[in-house]
């Protein structure tokens, strides 16, 4: 009885979530959905059900058929999930970092990427910005100021320690606004870049370290894009499973 009602909530919070704000901009849409894991809590307890994490407002929701919670990353330790959508488990661990809103230390929460032996690849996707910013277009009679909408939302790759020491590797910022994205449906405008181009050597070999980038190099891939670091860390592994 229990695993009916989960379905049938699961189904229509789906369902929902579809219909929801399919007009809107692609940063600022409900991408988030819900698929089963657990949550392990701060107190040790554990709680097992459908699960959706929200990268937009670090919020992670819980829901089982008979009980329905909300958790920030300070009541949490970790939390993992099946994405459906992506066909992939993930990870996601909360570690103190320091806000750069407030400079103050507080926990976040981070999604494992890789876990090797002397260090482990985080991801931290930011909560939304929105803007406003203002630009001129040539009139007959002149310049015509206007605002326009501008949201962006960065995601931070870090490398950690075995010792846990988090540090920044590359940054990546997406922007969108109303003029360009909302109305003509141009993709993203992303910028990537590498914050410590010395900071991967610290966790590998020389060898090795020269071995991933006579590799990029081969393949033309860059450290400072997301995805072709990702095609680096596979080969990566393959050279320490030699």
Do not use: C
């Not at 989960?6 to 698929?35: G, H, M, N, R």
């Not at 007959?140 to 320690?161: A, D, H, K």
């Not at 990546?172 to 990537?192: C, F, P």
Request: glycine share 4%; charged share 30%; no cysteine.
């Amino acid at each position: 009885m229990r695993l009916i009602v989960v379905a049938l909530l699961f189904l229509s919070i789906s369902s929902f979530a579809q219909k929801k704000k399919k007009d809107e901009a692609p940063l600022l849409q409900e991408t988030a959905e819900w698929f089963e894991g657990s949550i392990l809590l701060n107190d040790g307890s554990e709680l097992e059900g459908l699960i959706k994490y929200n990268d937009n407002n670090g919020v992670l929701s819980f829901q089982d058929g008979t009980d329905s919670r909300v958790f920030t990353s300070s009541r949490v330790s970790g939390f993992e999930f099946f994405d459906e959508s992506h066909q992939k488990q993930r990870i996601f661990y909360s570690f103190p970092y320091e806000d750069s809103q407030t400079g103050v230390e507080r926990p976040f929460f981070f999604e494992l990427i890789r876990d090797y032996k002397t260090f482990a690849v985080l991801s931290r996707v930011e909560q939304l910005d929105l803007s406003q910013e203002t630009y001129s277009t040539p009139q007959p009679m002149g310049w015509s100021s206007s605002t326009r909408l501008v949201v962006s939302q960065t995601e931070t790759i870090f490398l950690m320690s075995s010792d846990g020491e988090i540090k920044p590797y590359i940054k990546i910022v997406s922007k969108e606004d109303d003029k360009v994205n909302l109305a003509t449906g141009k993709d993203l405008k992303t910028t990537q870049k590498m914050l410590d181009e010395d900071l991967l050597i610290e966790f590998i070999t020389e060898p090795g370290y020269k071995k991933l980038t006579d590799f990029a190099k081969q393949n033309d891939l860059k450290f400072k894009r997301k995805e072709d670091f990702l095609k680096i860390l596979e080969y990566y592994d393959t050279l320490i499973a030699e």
